[in-house]
C-alpha cells in the first residue's frame, strides 16, 4: 500500500522529478503522481519522460493531492505556498524542500486552512545540473533530509513526511529552523559561494593566463569548481535568502584564510601542517558518514 493515495511535485526539476522517479520505480510513495509547473516545456518533457500520471498547469487542481511537494526556488516558496493553500483538503500534508528556511515556518503555518498540515524537508543532495532531465531516483540515497516542523505541526504529519524521505532512500533528522540554515551556510551555501568566486577570479586574468587555465585545469580546480555549473538564479536567491548566517560564516572563512596565509608569509611550517592535517580528519569524516 502506498504512503499517499495522491502526490503532487510543484516543480520537477532536480529534486522534483528524482522524487517522482523513485515513486515511480518502488510504487511506494503515492498511487497517483502529480506534476505541475509554470512552465509548458518543463510540462511537456515530464510527459515525455513519463513519470507522473497528471501533467497541469493548474495549482489548484495539483493542490487536491494528499500530499504536495514545492519544489520549486526559495524565493518563490511562499508565494507558492498562498496559490495552493486556499484549494488544499482537509487531512493532507504540504511539504517543501527549501534550502533556507528563515521564517518560512511560521509565515506558512499562519496561513494553514483547517486540517492541512506543513512539514517541509530539506535534502542534502543535489548536482550542478537542473531540469527535469537531471532527476535520477537514487538520488537521496544515504544522504541526509533535515526536517524542520513548524511549532504546532501534528506528529502523525512529520512522521508520513519521514517516511517519504526514508522511502525515497535518505536518512532523516528533525531540526529547528535556526540550526538548519547554520548548518547548510557552511556545508552547501559558502562552498557554492567560493565556487562560483574562483571561476569569476578565474575569468578576470588576463586574456593569456585566463586561456590557459582553462586549457590546463588540473582535477584541484576542476574539482573544486564542478558546482559553479549550479543555476544562478536559484543560488542567487540562496545567497539572499540566507545573507546573515552566510555573511557570518563567510567572515569566519576570509579569517581562517587569512591565518593560512600568514603561515604561509612566514614559513611557519607547524601551522601551515596543522590546518591541512585538521582538513584531512574533516574529510575522512564525511567519508567515514557516507556523505563523500
Not at 562552498?191 to 568566486?197: C, G, R, S
Not at 569548481?225 to 536559484?234: E, K, L
Not at 591565518?259 to 607547524?270: F, K, P, T, V, W
Amino acid at each position: 500500500m502506498a504512503l499517499f493515495k495522491s502526490l503532487a511535485v510543484i516543480g520537477p526539476g532536480l529534486i522534483g522529478s528524482s522524487v517522482l522517479r523513485r515513486a515511480c520505480e518502488t510504487g511506494l510513495l503515492a498511487d497517483q503522481l502529480i506534476a505541475a509547473d509554470i512552465s509548458p516545456a518543463v510540462l511537456d518533457r515530464v510527459r515525455e519522460l513519463k513519470i507522473a500520471d497528471l501533467v497541469t498547469n493548474n495549482m489548484a487542481e495539483a493542490a487536491q493531492a494528499e500530499c504536495v511537494m514545492l519544489c520549486v526556488p526559495v524565493g518563490a516558496v511562499e508565494a507558492t505556498a498562498r496559490a495552493v493553500l486556499p484549494s488544499m483538503q482537509p487531512g493532507s500534508i504540504l511539504t517543501d524542500v527549501a534550502s533556507v528556511r528563515g521564517k518560512l515556518g511560521p509565515t506558512i503555518q499562519a496561513l494553514l486552512p483547517a486540517g492541512v498540515d506543513y512539514v517541509p524537508g530539506h535534502p542534502m543532495a543535489g548536482t550542478e545540473h537542473s531540469g527535469p532531465d537531471a532527476g535520477f531516483s537514487t538520488l537521496f540515497e544515504n544522504r541526509w533530509c533535515l526536517l524542520v516542523p513548524p511549532e504546532g505541526a501534528h506528529d502523525h504529519a512529520v512522521q508520513k513526511i519521514q517516511k517519504l524521505w526514508e522511502l525515497c532512500g535518505a536518512r532523516t533528522k528533525i531540526l529547528p529552523d535556526d540550526k538548519h540554515d547554520r548548518i547548510c551556510a557552511m556545508v552547501s551555501h559558502l562552498p557554492h559561494l567560493l565556487a562560483f568566486t574562483i571561476c569569476d577570479t578565474a575569468d578576470n586574468l588576463s586574456e593569456e593566463i585566463r586561456a590557459a587555465v582553462l586549457d590546463y585545469a588540473a582535477s584541484g580546480f576542476r574539482d573544486f569548481t564542478r558546482i559553479a555549473a549550479s543555476d544562478p538564479v536559484m543560488w542567487r536567491d540562496i545567497f539572499i535568502a540566507n545573507k546573515d548566517v552566510l555573511l557570518e560564516t563567510l567572515d569566519r572563512f576570509v579569517a581562517d584564510a587569512q591565518g593560512m596565509a600568514q603561515a604561509i608569509r612566514e614559513s611557519d611550517e607547524a601551522a601551515i601542517t596543522t590546518r591541512i592535517e585538521r582538513g584531512r580528519r574533516i574529510r575522512r569524516t564525511l567519508i567515514e558518514n557516507r556523505q563523500a
